[in-house]
Protein backbone atom coordinates (compact mmCIF):
# COMPACT_ATOMS: atom_id res chain seq x y z
CA UNK A 1 0.00 0.00 0.00
CA UNK A 2 3.04 2.59 0.88
CA UNK A 3 4.52 1.34 -2.03
CA UNK A 4 1.33 2.35 -4.41
CA UNK A 5 0.89 5.35 -2.51
CA UNK A 6 4.54 6.66 -3.08
CA UNK A 7 4.35 5.75 -6.77
CA UNK A 8 1.77 7.74 -7.64
CA UNK A 9 3.37 10.92 -5.93
CA UNK A 10 6.15 10.27 -7.91
CA UNK A 11 3.92 10.58 -11.11
CA UNK A 12 2.22 13.15 -10.18
CA UNK A 13 5.96 15.35 -9.22
CA UNK A 14 7.09 14.20 -12.26
CA UNK A 15 4.16 15.16 -14.27
CA UNK A 16 4.44 19.03 -12.82
CA UNK A 17 7.82 18.68 -14.03
CA UNK A 18 7.08 18.06 -17.28
CA UNK A 19 4.88 21.03 -17.27
CA UNK A 20 6.99 23.46 -15.21
CA UNK A 21 10.01 22.73 -18.06
CA UNK A 22 7.50 22.53 -20.81
CA UNK A 23 6.45 26.28 -19.47
CA UNK A 24 10.17 27.34 -19.35
CA UNK A 25 10.51 26.63 -22.90
CA UNK A 26 7.62 28.35 -24.26
CA UNK A 27 8.89 31.68 -22.16
CA UNK A 28 12.28 31.67 -23.65
CA UNK A 29 10.97 30.84 -27.05
CA UNK A 30 8.55 33.76 -26.80
CA UNK A 31 11.09 36.00 -25.48
CA UNK A 32 13.58 34.91 -28.48
CA UNK A 33 10.63 35.96 -30.90
CA UNK A 34 10.02 39.27 -29.19
CA UNK A 35 13.73 40.40 -29.75
CA UNK A 36 14.51 38.95 -33.46
CA UNK A 37 11.35 41.19 -34.03
CA UNK A 38 13.50 44.47 -32.30
CA UNK A 39 16.47 43.60 -33.90
CA UNK A 40 14.91 43.49 -37.66
CA UNK A 41 12.89 46.66 -36.87
CA UNK A 42 15.90 48.26 -35.65
CA UNK A 43 17.91 46.96 -38.89
CA UNK A 44 15.21 48.00 -41.11
CA UNK A 45 15.70 51.73 -39.54
CA UNK A 46 18.69 51.82 -39.83
CA UNK A 47 18.28 51.34 -43.89
CA UNK A 48 16.43 53.90 -43.80
CA UNK A 49 18.76 56.54 -42.18
CA UNK A 50 21.21 55.62 -44.48
CA UNK A 51 18.74 55.88 -47.53
CA UNK A 52 17.99 59.68 -46.15
CA UNK A 53 21.23 60.43 -45.48
CA UNK A 54 22.17 59.48 -48.75
CA UNK A 55 19.05 61.78 -50.45
CA UNK A 56 20.57 64.16 -48.22
CA UNK A 57 24.00 64.46 -50.00
CA UNK A 58 22.41 64.28 -52.93
CA UNK A 59 19.69 67.57 -52.52
CA UNK A 60 22.63 69.40 -51.06
CA UNK A 61 24.64 68.79 -54.20
CA UNK A 62 21.83 69.73 -56.30
CA UNK A 63 21.16 73.42 -53.50
CA UNK A 64 24.87 74.19 -54.20
CA UNK A 65 24.49 73.90 -57.78
CA UNK A 66 21.33 76.14 -58.38
CA UNK A 67 23.34 78.57 -55.91
CA UNK A 68 26.30 78.53 -58.14
CA UNK A 69 23.96 78.81 -61.68
CA UNK A 70 22.34 81.86 -59.74
CA UNK A 71 25.38 83.30 -59.01
CA UNK A 72 26.68 83.10 -62.49
CA UNK A 73 23.65 84.19 -63.99
CA UNK A 74 24.20 87.55 -61.62
CA UNK A 75 27.45 88.11 -62.80
CA UNK A 76 25.89 88.12 -66.30
CA UNK A 77 23.83 90.36 -65.67
CA UNK A 78 25.52 92.58 -63.90
CA UNK A 79 28.59 92.45 -67.02
CA UNK A 80 25.55 93.76 -69.07
CA UNK A 81 24.21 96.35 -67.03
CA UNK A 82 27.96 97.97 -67.19
CA UNK A 83 28.34 97.38 -70.91
CA UNK A 84 25.31 99.16 -71.25
CA UNK A 85 26.28 101.87 -68.66
CA UNK A 86 29.24 102.49 -70.88
CA UNK A 87 27.78 102.67 -74.21
CA UNK A 88 24.87 105.34 -72.49
CA UNK A 89 27.70 107.83 -70.85
CA UNK A 90 29.05 107.46 -74.74
CA UNK A 91 25.97 107.91 -76.86
CA UNK A 92 24.38 110.61 -74.04
CA UNK A 93 25.70 114.09 -76.17
CA UNK A 94 24.29 112.24 -79.44
CA UNK A 95 20.75 113.35 -80.29
CA UNK A 96 20.29 113.47 -84.11
CA UNK A 97 17.19 111.34 -85.24
CA UNK A 98 19.20 110.28 -88.65
CA UNK A 99 21.86 108.50 -86.93
CA UNK A 100 19.48 106.99 -84.74
CA UNK A 101 17.89 104.96 -87.42
CA UNK A 102 20.85 104.05 -88.54
CA UNK A 103 21.77 99.72 -87.63
CA UNK A 104 25.13 99.98 -86.28
CA UNK A 105 24.32 103.50 -84.36
CA UNK A 106 24.93 103.64 -80.56
CA UNK A 107 21.17 104.77 -79.95
CA UNK A 108 20.33 101.01 -81.57
CA UNK A 109 23.00 99.10 -79.72
CA UNK A 110 21.95 100.86 -76.83
CA UNK A 111 18.08 99.73 -76.99
CA UNK A 112 19.09 96.27 -78.37
CA UNK A 113 21.42 95.97 -74.93
CA UNK A 114 18.44 97.54 -72.50
CA UNK A 115 16.20 94.39 -74.52
CA UNK A 116 18.77 92.00 -74.22
CA UNK A 117 19.02 92.64 -70.30
CA UNK A 118 15.27 92.84 -69.47
CA UNK A 119 15.65 89.53 -71.07
CA UNK A 120 18.65 88.23 -68.55
CA UNK A 121 16.51 89.94 -66.03
CA UNK A 122 13.41 87.79 -66.95
CA UNK A 123 15.62 84.38 -66.67
CA UNK A 124 17.45 84.94 -63.47
CA UNK A 125 14.47 85.92 -62.15
CA UNK A 126 12.86 82.83 -63.04
CA UNK A 127 15.84 81.03 -62.21
CA UNK A 128 15.40 82.76 -58.48
CA UNK A 129 11.75 81.91 -58.22
CA UNK A 130 12.66 78.23 -59.52
CA UNK A 131 15.95 77.76 -56.84
CA UNK A 132 13.62 79.30 -54.10
CA UNK A 133 10.84 76.86 -54.73
CA UNK A 134 13.06 73.95 -54.40
CA UNK A 135 15.11 75.39 -51.74
CA UNK A 136 11.64 75.66 -49.43
CA UNK A 137 10.66 72.30 -50.84
CA UNK A 138 13.92 70.61 -49.48
CA UNK A 139 13.69 72.48 -46.61
CA UNK A 140 10.40 71.23 -45.75
CA UNK A 141 11.41 67.82 -46.44
CA UNK A 142 14.40 67.66 -44.69
CA UNK A 143 12.37 69.69 -41.42
CA UNK A 144 9.31 66.95 -42.18
CA UNK A 145 12.25 63.98 -41.98
CA UNK A 146 14.17 65.13 -39.05
CA UNK A 147 10.51 65.45 -37.30
CA UNK A 148 9.54 62.22 -38.30
CA UNK A 149 12.85 60.96 -37.12
CA UNK A 150 12.46 62.30 -33.70
CA UNK A 151 9.08 60.86 -33.01
CA UNK A 152 10.30 57.37 -34.36
CA UNK A 153 13.35 57.59 -31.94
CA UNK A 154 10.72 58.41 -29.33
CA UNK A 155 8.42 55.59 -30.39
CA UNK A 156 11.53 53.57 -30.76
CA UNK A 157 12.97 54.62 -27.35
CA UNK A 158 9.53 53.98 -25.90
CA UNK A 159 9.20 50.19 -27.38
CA UNK A 160 12.88 49.58 -26.37
CA UNK A 161 12.01 50.52 -22.64
CA UNK A 162 8.97 48.30 -22.75
CA UNK A 163 10.62 45.61 -23.93
CA UNK A 164 12.89 45.63 -21.47
CA UNK A 165 10.11 45.58 -18.88
CA UNK A 166 8.42 42.46 -20.18
CA UNK A 167 11.66 40.88 -20.65
CA UNK A 168 12.25 41.60 -17.12
CA UNK A 169 8.62 40.09 -16.16
CA UNK A 170 9.52 37.37 -18.22
CA UNK A 171 13.01 36.67 -16.60
CA UNK A 172 11.13 37.09 -13.34
CA UNK A 173 8.63 34.00 -14.32
CA UNK A 174 11.36 32.19 -15.48
CA UNK A 175 13.37 32.59 -12.70
CA UNK A 176 10.25 31.70 -10.65
CA UNK A 177 9.61 28.99 -12.23
CA UNK A 178 12.98 27.70 -12.38
CA UNK A 179 12.93 27.72 -8.56
CA UNK A 180 9.84 25.87 -8.16
CA UNK A 181 11.26 23.22 -10.88
CA UNK A 182 14.19 22.93 -8.73
CA UNK A 183 12.08 22.67 -5.54
CA UNK A 184 9.99 19.65 -7.57
CA UNK A 185 13.39 17.85 -8.50
CA UNK A 186 13.87 17.61 -4.75
CA UNK A 187 10.69 16.57 -3.57
CA UNK A 188 11.43 13.88 -6.89
CA UNK A 189 14.39 12.91 -5.42
CA UNK A 190 12.82 12.82 -1.97
CA UNK A 191 10.06 10.62 -2.86
CA UNK A 192 12.51 7.97 -4.80
CA UNK A 193 14.57 7.62 -1.64
CA UNK A 194 11.86 7.35 0.78
CA UNK A 195 10.27 4.68 -1.71
CA UNK A 196 13.60 3.30 -2.12
CA UNK A 197 13.83 2.96 1.64
CA UNK A 198 10.41 1.72 1.75
CA UNK A 199 11.45 -1.40 -0.52
CA UNK A 200 14.71 -1.90 1.28
CA UNK A 201 13.06 -2.47 4.35
CA UNK A 202 9.84 -4.34 3.34
CA UNK A 203 12.80 -6.80 1.68
CA UNK A 204 14.34 -6.64 5.39
CA UNK A 205 11.24 -7.99 6.67
CA UNK A 206 10.08 -10.37 4.58
CA UNK A 207 13.57 -12.04 4.50
CA UNK A 208 13.33 -12.14 8.21
CA UNK A 209 10.04 -14.02 7.90
CA UNK A 210 11.05 -16.54 5.70
CA UNK A 211 13.90 -17.51 8.10
CA UNK A 212 12.08 -17.30 10.94
CA UNK A 213 9.74 -19.50 9.30
CA UNK A 214 12.02 -22.53 8.22
CA UNK A 215 13.40 -22.26 11.66
CA UNK A 216 10.14 -22.91 13.51
CA UNK A 217 9.63 -26.15 11.16
CA UNK A 218 12.36 -28.19 12.13
CA UNK A 219 11.14 -27.64 16.36
CA UNK A 220 7.67 -28.76 15.12
CA UNK A 221 8.84 -31.78 13.29
CA UNK A 222 10.88 -32.67 16.05
CA UNK A 223 8.55 -32.26 18.25
CA UNK A 224 5.84 -34.71 16.48
CA UNK A 225 8.69 -37.69 16.66
CA UNK A 226 9.05 -37.38 20.62
CA UNK A 227 4.83 -37.72 20.67
CA UNK A 228 4.96 -40.94 18.56
CA UNK A 229 7.46 -42.14 20.59
Avoid at 67 to 77: D, F, G, P, Q, T
Avoid at 84 to 105: A, H
Avoid at 123 to 147: F, G, M, N
Avoid at 180 to 200: G, T
Wanted: net charge neutral; aromatic share 6%; glycine share 4%.
Amino acid sequence: MDCFVGKKKSDQCEKGLRGLTEKVRLFQEEMEAMMYEREKETRAYEIDMMVFAFKEAEWEQERKKLKEELKRLRKAVEEKDERIRVMEDRSEGEKSEKNGEFLGTPSFLVEQMREERVWRDEAVDKWKKLYLAIKAELDDLIQSTHREDGLYRRAEEDMIEELKMEVKAKEGCIKELKARLVFVENEEYSRAREVDILRQSLKIMSSRKASSFSLSKPNSALLKQARKA
